[in-house]
């Protein structure tokens, strides 16, 4: 008897029925893990692109003029348009924007405000410049992680509602008429 068992235990263990199936079920989560990490830091730069794009070019519109009306809300709707991929961006941006003091060079050393959405929120200074001000321009937009989880998105600093911060700075000079 104890041989019988012996002998189909033996047999048992030289079996390889289904072992594709075992490394299939051990390599998938792996796998997924690495491609969702990777469409999230691929996404994250998708981001991060247009919004510095959509920046640059606004800035741009700006500083030779052809903003002539420009308030905090007149920038974000044009950065915010220039911007297609980022979502609820008029409500998850602000703008920061200070004129910089030529004699001292003083650059402002907080960091960069970004949309609180669970509490009141006020924004951050906005002022505009004359003629050959040099004025400095920070942005943060407030997006969610598509898997907050895994890879990059959970290494992200996230607000309370699971959100980062995409920030983008820029200088420039306004040009004389």
Request: glycine residues 6%.
């Amino acid at each position: 008897m104890i041989r019988l068992f012996s002998n189909a235990l033996r047999r048992f263990g030289r079996r390889e029925d289904g072992t594709a199936a075992i490394e299939f079920a051990m390599t998938v989560p792996l796998l997924m893990m690495i491609f969702m990490a990777s469409f999230e830091s691929g996404f994250l730069m998708i981001r991060s692109i247009m919004l510095e794009q959509s920046v640059d070019m606004t800035m741009r519109e700006l500083r030779l003029g052809h903003l002539p009306l420009a308030t905090a809300a007149t920038l974000k709707d044009e950065i915010c348009s220039r911007s297609v991929i980022l979502s609820n961006c008029e409500d998850n941006i602000t703008i920061e924007m200070r004129r910089i003091n030529t004699t001292s060079w003083d650059l402002p050393t907080s960091n960069v405000a970004c949309v609180d959405r669970e509490d009141a929120f006020e924004p951050p200074s906005f002022e505009l410049g004359q003629q050959n001000d040099v004025m400095l321009v920070r942005v943060c937009v407030v997006q969610d992680a598509m898997f907050p989880t895994t890879g990059v998105g959970l290494g992200l600093p996230k607000d309370a509602q699971g959100g980062y911060g995409l920030i983008t700075t820029t200088a420039f000079s306004i040009e004389p008429n």
